[in-house]
């Protein structure tokens, strides 16, 4: 029979044992010590060690932080290292990739200078290269600029169209707040890669879209290796035959476009470049979804009616402004 001392603990069923001649055991705290110290030790509120260990810690050997490593870690002021492994295979341009393209991981981007400033943007000229190799090519990096120095003064009409799923970023984008001019460089860099993938892919003559990263797109530079960029449409002034080769291929990319639902939405002689004959679009960020967009069709007849009045002052007979409308308007089927 158990003594009275102890006592039963139901839910385990067993019996805790009393602590008998526990002051015959050195005191109240006798009977811990006895069995090798099972009760609660004191909290000795610091190590007895922390001043050895501080001394010995001043000797070891630390690890670079994090951001010392940034991209131009170990190149010349004015370089980085490719970000072509920065993209994802979504941010690159359409495959096959062009055999002319850098994108070996060991390539270095050279900023070389600028090419065109805008309200939106500004565009350098890269050198993407191989140290030690032949392998390098020039490259336009497309930067939209940071909110407080952005003019997005035209932008209402063209975002029109463009609303994402996210409904704060929509509030924003209205409200012109800081996130919003923020989430509006993005939809612009973004809505110009598209576009130009898209188009690149159906045959119009754009400039390859390398990559886009953040709000820098990467293209295809336009223009003589040794960096010389290839005139504007407005800076030309070609004789009866170049003309004429000139605005069939306009016509003929203008139709290009309309059949894919899309107008260029700000085209003119100044984004119309002329590299040996050959006709290229650029500065496509506000490309409009003539269906979808509720001006879509005026947008549509505007960028016609733009170009057409060049090359007619130009002495060029078939350049008719409503004609080319009325055959883009068929093309987009909105007539």
Known sequence: MRDSADSFDPPYGRVRR???GGANR?????????????????????????????????????LASEDSLDATDGLP????????????????????????LVTELAAVDTELGILKTGKEADVYLIRRGVPGTERRCLLAAKRYREAEHRLFHRDAG???????????????????SEFGK??????????????LCRLHSAGVPVPYPVQILGTEVLLEFIGEADGTPAPRLAETRPGADELASLWEQLTDALCTLA?????????????????RHRLVLIDLPQVVDVISHPNGPAYLARDARNVATWFARQGHGPADADALADL????????
């Open 18 to 20: 009393a602590n008998r």
């Open 26 to 62: 050195g005191g109240a705290d006798g009977g811990n010590a006895s069995r090798g110290g099972r009760g609660k030790r004191p909290w000795p509120g610091n190590f007895d060690d922390a001043e050895t260990f501080a001394k010995r810690d001043r000797h070891r050997e630390r």
């Open 77 to 100: 002021e004015g370089d980085r290292w490719s970000t072509w492994d920065q993209s994802t295979p979504l941010e690159r341009g359409p495959r096959p990739h062009p055999k002319w």
């Open 158 to 176: 063209y975002l029109e169209g463009r609303r994402t799923r996210e409904s704060r970023v929509n509030r924003a984008v209205a409200s012109r």
């Open 182 to 195: 923020a989430a509006i460089a993005g939809q612009w860099a973004n809505a110009e890669f598209s576009a």
């Open 259 to 275: 059949r894919h639902g899309v107008a260029h939405g700000d085209l003119s002689p100044y984004n119309l470049l002329v590299d």
């Open 328 to 335: 883009l308007a068929r093309e987009a089927r909105l007539a």
